[in-house]
């Protein structure tokens, strides 16, 4: 993509680009301090795909307890906002909690390089699965990959983490392709949880019949 000033970045390059250079000012700053809500307001409060996008990829990365369960409940209140066209804001208990600033920084410089490298496959193309008519189905689904989060098993939030982030490219850039890919991805991630929960209360269920047998 190339604009007047010969500027070749993808949309989301550019938008990427933005919210590091804001992060950083802050991350130099001796007494910065970002909550999730001050992420949004960097991100935009009426940039749902690009803050579901950033609190995607966050998820990817190691955290401590209940850190899964925060980013979920995010990603589902985006995706809400998102559904009924209203602002991006959280509710304290999730908005005030804050983001480690390194931890963050070094995502986004990764993610500016990995936005650049992303954008010599993904184009604008098959624009019916990216026209901003799908938002609402995208705001839906992203509800339920949101969900998938919330469970406290390892590696099972991966794929819909993923999935959406992949899914979120591919609306920024255009790409009805990356779209299709990413919500292929996070549906197979779904299923596999749903497989893992079910062969847990499986499990369960029998061992406690065995020990009501022994007893």
Known sequence: ?????????SPLEVMVTGVLTRIRAIAEDPAGRL????????????????????????NLLPGPPGYSVVIGLAI??????MLIGKPLRLWPFVGERRI??????????????FTRFISRFSRPRLAVLSAPGLLPLIAILAFIFGMA?????????TLPSFGLAIVCVGMLNRDG???????????????LLVLVLWVLI?????VSEVIQQEL
Not at 102 to 110: G, P, S, T
Not at 149 to 157: A, D, E, G, R, S
Not at 177 to 191: D, E, R, S, T
């Open 1 to 9: 993509m190339t604009d007047a000033a010969g500027d070749t970045r």
């Open 35 to 58: 909550t999730c809500n001050g992420l949004i307001e960097i991100v935009g409060p009426d940039s749902h795909i690009l803050a579901i996008l950033v609190f995607s990829v966050l």
């Open 76 to 81: 589902m209140a985006f995706a809400v906002m």
């Open 100 to 113: 480690p600033l390194a931890i963050l920084v070094r995502m986004l410089e990764f993610f500016v390089g």
């Open 149 to 157: 989060m919330l469970v406290p098993i390892p590696f099972t939030n």
């Open 177 to 191: 392709a990356a779209v299709l890919v990413g919500l292929a991805a996070a549906l197979i991630g779904v299923v």
């Open 202 to 206: 499986a499990v369960t269920m029998l």
